[in-house]
């Protein structure tokens, strides 16, 4: 048996980091465009619309995202597509984002007093119009806080996509753990790479935070 | 590509037996992990009183290492790291305290927040009025807090169930488990998780439906009152 020097297991554990890195990247990225779509259809669709985004929202957010990840992996196979892990993962990832993303946007959507959309409207801008002067600029400034701080929940949430065997951070801790035999040193390590990404993060999401609220908007 | 749900059929045991576990791990975790959640609180807010600043800037180290890393990776670190230093665990023990940690972590932010967002003048006028730190936490700061909170809190313990189907790593007998079994056996992987995410659906509108039910007893003082 070799031996795991403990830069060898550093040094491999910074390799598998990467794809943790772009796995989160893929699953924001993702979901953000698919969550921004979802929003606005929500806000201005008809209601058969709007409940079957409302219902998109709540099934992700009611189900665990290992079974999202099991379904997109396995579910695919039986409807005749050959995924890899790559794609399951960063399909389940990415639905998984744009359904929180979307509820986190439709709150700040709705958070802008409905007084701004009558006095838009009333001064002649159509839907389109009163939304893309109006509302979404106020909204943005309400969402970017929670979005921060959600992307701390995509990043924790590739560390499941190793269970369907892509190997990105956990899954080189686990593999590595079976060959040098160290779970304590090899999972305190993984645990401290995901805090290296995921701590500034939420320190930044409640600065925003802070500063929000201390501009007095709520 | 045809589904056959009756290939289950012959599994139904293992479902119940997950499903069983799977309860049971979220209402023990429920319970633990918002006493546990009450106590940092408690602990951290006293320490802005109190000379204690070590006590404070651990508690707030657990949170933040908590709330900054994945639950699968917490749940593998205690599970394969603490035999190595002697502590041997089995699963379902070092499953538990996995969730009973992760939830009281979360939990113990969110009651900070209600906790601040408690009129400061409260908290003064029952310490004037003679009583301990102890009873104006009680008695005063807390019951408010959990009502203005309460709304996060069930999301979180919805969070902490459905996070929980990562303890069939650990080889837990859980809900997750239960399909992943059925599934190396009867080969319908795509039937058995379908019907298994659709019962976790079930358990987080029931574990909401329970919360709301105890809420309204709870906080029936603030019935009328803004929340």
């Given at each position: 048996m070799t031996d795991f020097t403990l830069w060898d297991i550093v040094r491999n554990l910074l390799l598998a980091g990467r794809w943790t890195v772009v796995l989160s990247?893929?699953?924001?990225?993702?979901?953000?465009?698919?969550?921004?779509?979802?929003?606005?259809?929500?806000?201005?669709?008809?209601?058969?619309?709007?409940?079957?985004?409302?219902?998109?929202v709540d099934l992700f957010q009611g189900t665990p995202l290992l079974m999202q990840l099991f379904l997109a992996y396995f579910g695919a196979?039986?409807?005749?597509?050959?995924?890899?892990?790559?794609?399951?993962?960063?399909?389940?990832?990415?639905?998984?984002?744009?359904?929180f993303l979307c509820d986190i946007w439709r709150g700040c959507v709705e958070a802008v007093p409905s007084g701004q959309w009558q006095?838009?409207?009333?001064?002649?801008?159509?839907?389109?119009?009163?939304?893309?002067?109006?509302?979404?600029?106020?909204?943005?400034?309400?969402?970017?806080?929670p979005t921060v701080?959600?992307?701390?929940?995509?990043?924790?949430?590739?560390?499941?996509?190793?269970?369907?065997?892509?190997?990105?951070?956990?899954?080189?801790?686990?593999?590595?753990?079976?060959?040098?035999?160290?779970?304590?040193?090899?999972?305190?390590?993984?645990?401290?790479?995901?805090?290296?990404?995921?701590?500034?993060?939420?320190?930044?999401a409640r600065h925003l935070e802070k500063k929000l609220y201390g501009a007095g908007i709520r | 590509m045809t589904l056959d749900f009756s290939t289950l059929l012959p599994y139904t045991d293992a479902i119940l037996e997950g499903l069983v576990t799977t309860v049971w791990l979220t209402v023990v975790t429920t319970v633990a992990g918002i006493a546990l959640a009450i106590v940092v609180a408690y602990a951290r807010d006293g320490s802005r009183e109190g000379p204690s600043g070590i006590v404070s800037r651990l508690l707030g180290a657990y949170v933040e290492v908590i709330r900054n890393t994945p639950f699968i990776v917490q749940l593998f670190f205690l599970f394969f790291?603490?035999?190595?230093?002697?502590?041997?665990?089995?699963?379902?023990?070092?499953?538990?305290?996995?969730?009973i940690l992760n939830l009281g972590a979360y939990t113990a932010e969110i009651l900070r927040a209600g906790i601040d967002s408690t009129l400061k003048g409260q908290h003064e006028a029952a310490r004037a009025l003679g009583l301990s730190r102890l009873q104006s936490f009680r008695h005063v700061v807390l019951m408010p807090a959990?009502?203005?909170?309460?709304?996060?809190?069930?999301?979180?313990c919805i969070i902490v169930m459905l996070g929980s189907a990562v303890v069939s790593q650990i080889s837990v007998?859980?809900?997750?488990?239960?399909?992943?079994?059925?599934?190396?056996?009867?080969?319908r992987g795509f039937e058995v998780y379908l019907v298994v995410t659709l019962i976790y659906l079930l358990l987080a509108v029931g574990l909401r439906l329970a919360f709301e039910f105890v809420g309204r007893r709870l906080f029936a003082f603030r019935q009328g009152g803004s929340s």
């Open positions: 990247l893929i699953a924001f990225t993702g979901g953000a465009v698919v969550g921004l779509v979802l929003t606005l259809a929500r806000m201005g669709g008809l209601w058969p619309v709007r409940w079957l985004i409302r219902l998109y196979a039986v409807l005749g597509f050959d995924v890899s892990a790559w794609t399951a993962a960063s399909v389940a990832l990415t639905l998984f984002t744009s359904a006095a838009a409207r009333v001064l002649g801008l159509n839907y389109l119009q009163s939304m893309r002067h109006v509302i979404l600029p106020q909204a943005l400034r309400l969402a970017v806080p701080g959600f992307s701390v929940q995509v990043i924790k949430g590739t560390a499941l996509a190793s269970v369907i065997g892509f190997v990105e951070l956990t899954k080189a801790g686990t593999m590595l753990n079976n060959a040098a035999f160290a779970p304590f040193t090899i999972f305190a390590l993984v645990a401290l790479g995901y805090f290296i990404l995921c701590y500034p993060l939420s320190r930044y | 790291g603490l035999p190595a230093l002697g502590v041997s665990i089995s699963a379902t023990v070092a499953a538990l305290l996995a969730m959990f009502s203005r909170v309460y709304p996060s809190l069930i999301s979180q007998f859980d809900l997750t488990y239960a399909a992943n079994f059925i599934q190396s056996r009867n080969f």
